[in-house]
């Protein structure tokens, strides 16, 4: 008698299986921060990469503006509770990522003293009181904000808005976004004084002569403000599905 033919479970793997959901879902949002970065934070021969938060995220901000900024040579980590950011700096110096060894990765004593020295500032918590003090920000720094998701949420205070040039990732961000919604409701700017989307930086970096300008100074503090949509999850999970399927 004939042995039935395999099923798809009992073939042997020839090639890794593509990342999880939640896993894929980390990479598209630190990819899309990463990539914003590139039009809006400043060039420069050496950079400080601050992040907030030490969750399941944080990791992969720091890869992905790494690789997007390879001039990061220092990355300072800060949550609430230190322990988590000492672990989280701890995983990170025995990381085997290339050029690891060139980055001093450290605990933040000081959220304030952080952001003040942050030439990128990336924010990926869930609070819902503000974290970032915009009259701390320094000229030329980028502000990048990931956590806040629902109209309660908010990472940083009025004046980081109103200091700086503001982008968003899709127009959902000003329906979601604590910091954009609490910002409209005070009269602090409108969906008017929004400069751009993610889709206007991209253009941007192919360097369309008719797109909205990214960074237009060395001095300029640009913001970008990041919900996610379902269309970039499509995105993330499609180009994951094709290097599968064609490694």
Same mark, same amino acid.
């Given at each position: +008698? ?150 309660? +949420? ?19 961000? +000003? ?5 954009? *919604? ?6 602090? +700017? ?11 930086? *991209? ?45």
């Amino acid at each position: +008698m004939a042995s039935p033919p395999p099923t798809p479970s009992s073939l042997p793997l020839r090639r890794p299986l593509p990342p999880s959901t939640a896993r894929l879902t980390l990479l598209r949002t630190s990819a899309v921060s990463a990539l914003a970065a590139l039009a809006l934070a400043r060039p420069a021969p050496r950079a400080t990469l601050v992040v907030l938060g030490a969750g399941a995220l944080a990791p992969y901000l720091v890869a992905a503006h790494r690789s997007a900024h390879p001039s990061i040579d220092r990355v300072l980590l800060w949550n609430r509770s230190p322990h988590k950011a000492e672990a989280l700096v701890q995983r990170l110096r025995a990381g085997s990522g290339a050029g690891a060894a060139a980055v001093a990765f450290e605990r933040a004593e000081s959220l304030d003293d952080a952001v003040a020295i942050g030439d990128i500032v990336s924010c990926a918590t869930s609070s819902e009181t503000p974290l970032v003090k915009g009259k701390l920000l320094k000229p030329g720094a980028h502000l990048d904000l990931v956590g806040s998701f629902t109209p309660s +949420m908010r990472e940083c205070d009025d004046e980081a808005l109103k200091r700086g040039r503001v982008f968003a990732d899709f127009e959902v961000a +000003m329906e979601e976004a604590g910091e954009l *919604v609490g910002a409209f409701e005070r009269g602090v +700017m409108s969906r008017a004084d929004i400069a751009g989307t993610l889709i206007d930086l *991209v253009s941007s970096c192919r360097g369309d002569a008719a797109a909205v300008v990214g960074r237009r100074s060395d001095d300029e503090i640009t913001v970008f403000k990041s919900v996610g949509t379902a269309v970039v999850d499509i995105l993330a999970a499609q180009l994951a599905y094709e290097t599968y399927i064609n490694s």
